[in-house]
């Protein structure tokens, strides 16, 4: 019952999906199932955008259609806490004023010209990707774009994660998934250590969603390099 109950607060926190209402922060046993809410995320998307797909016979329609989603199917959470970092971590001040910009709602120049340039290069990887294949390889991107960040922030993450992840290493051809996986790990701790270097060794759940989208947007940026495994 204890299972069930995290993983509704953790689609409930992470996703409009409404498996169960959450006022509460999420603790350490939802954000253990992050991952799976990045894999049904992607599932959703990868299969709405496959049908737009076949609908249109355009891929720029199909990926337009699967960043809309994936980044409406989270709440935009990850996307926010994302906005929140640019303007932040790149603001010229002390690593407590820094934090102090972080928690004001409101997005200043820094979040727009992220974002700007955010979704050019999601928008970009998502258009090389066919149509046909999202419905594999988002749920992959999903999952394996928030399955570092769980890790980090609980080590439960490891024990929910381990089959998903042994089905991605059964996913032709292996080398291919050994590349996502160690993509995901360097990019999320990138951003985390450069993250808690402009804070002065703090970091915030912002810095988290930073770390999941920048992942995201990196694993599906491979996706050409990876085609050319298979």
Known sequence: ????????????????????????????????????VGLVIGALAGYAAYGIGLLTHSQLAAAIAAWVLSIALSGAIHVDGFLDCCD????????EKRLEIMRDPH???????????????????????????????????????????????????????????????????RFAAIVLVGIGILTTGIVTIFARHRLGGVLSGDCYGAAIVVTEVGLLLTYPALALLR
Do not use: K, N
């Open 88 to 95: 932040g971590l790149f603001a010229m001040a002390p690593p």
């Open 1 to 36: 019952m204890r299972v069930l109950r995290a993983l509704g607060d953790a689609f409930s926190y992470f996703s409009i999906l409404p498996l169960r209402s959450s006022e509460s922060a999420p603790d350490d046993a939802a954000i253990a199932f992050l991952p799976l």
């Open 107 to 173: 997005h200043g120049s820094y979040a727009i010209v992220g974002m700007a340039i955010l979704s050019v290069l999601w928008l970009y990887a998502l258009a090389q990707v066919p149509a046909t294949i999202m419905p594999a390889f988002l749920p992959i991107v999903g999952f394996l774009g928030r399955l570092a960040v769980a890790v980090v922030r609980t080590r439960a993450a490891i024990a929910v994660g381990v089959v998903p992840l042994a089905v991605v290493f059964f996913w032709p051809p």
